[in-house]
């Protein structure tokens, strides 16, 4: 299996504008979560999902920020519109429910809000 | 609440010496424990997992970690660390019921090694 794959690896965008990040968990793995990492925060887990269904979203920071997964085999993190604050590292990670509990992560979107 | 507490945010250490890093975790049930390192400009990777039975759990790259239930840590080790091993290193805790849940992240340890 490829692993967890994240686009863009990198996206720099004007603040204002609409910013879309892509996630395609593991084949078989039913939880997906998105996380944020900066400097001043660290890992934060911004949402997760299970079987396609968002169970906790209590870390998304802001109406600004949307994620849905339609189907097993992909995610998406929105933010509308983009701020510099939002400049940070965005990962995505999927589980087996049923399996071992350990994540697997993707490499990452580096967002850049100028 | 869950929570990962790492309390050194930067450590640095001679190649060839011993490492420890510390990890607490604050979790109602048994908790599933984890360490992960990063690279930098990379993914997390995971190092080694605990979920029950022998407190001791052997990783990949030579690290190690021990389980203390009474003390509430999942500290990592590694007897003899190399240049490679520098990177930013995570514990984290799985707070899973029912076949779903989340996992938890400290705020993470930067290791330095010294020539």
């Known amino acids: 299996d490829a692993g967890v794959i994240q686009s863009p690896r990198h996206e720099v965008t004007e603040m204002g504008q609409e910013v879309t990040l892509r996630c395609k968990p593991i084949s078989g793995h039913n939880s997906l979560f998105w996380y944020r990492q900066t400097m001043m925060r660290g890992l934060e887990l911004l949402i997760y999902?299970?079987?396609?269904?968002?169970?906790?979203d209590s870390g998304m920071p802001e109406d600004r920020f949307s994620a849905k997964m339609p189907n097993a085999s992909f995610s998406t993190l929105k933010i509308q519109p983009s701020e510099p604050r939002d400049s940070a590292v965005y990962f995505c990670?999927?589980?087996?429910?049923?399996?071992?509990?350990?994540?697997?992560f993707g490499q990452g979107t580096r967002l850049t809000v100028v | 609440a869950q929570s990962v507490t790492q309390p050194d945010i930067h450590i640095t250490v001679s190649e060839g010496a011993s490492l420890e890093l510390r990890c607490n975790y604050s979790y109602g049930a048994t908790p599933y424990l984890f360490w992960y390192v990063q690279s930098p400009g990379q993914g997390l990777q995971l190092l080694l997992k605990?979920?029950?039975?022998?407190?001791l759990v052997q990783g990949i790259k030579g690290f190690e970690a021990e389980f203390k239930r009474s003390q509430s840590s999942f500290n990592l080790r590694k007897p003899s660390v190399h240049w490679s091993d520098a990177a930013e290193y995570f514990c984290a805790v799985g707070a899973y019921s029912s076949n779903t849940g989340k996992l938890i992240f400290g705020q993470g340890t930067t290791l330095q090694v010294k020539p």
């Open positions: 999902f299970n079987n396609n269904v968002p169970i906790d």
């Open positions: 605990y979920f029950s039975g022998d407190t």
């Open positions: 990670a999927s589980r087996n429910s049923q399996g071992d509990p350990e994540a697997f």
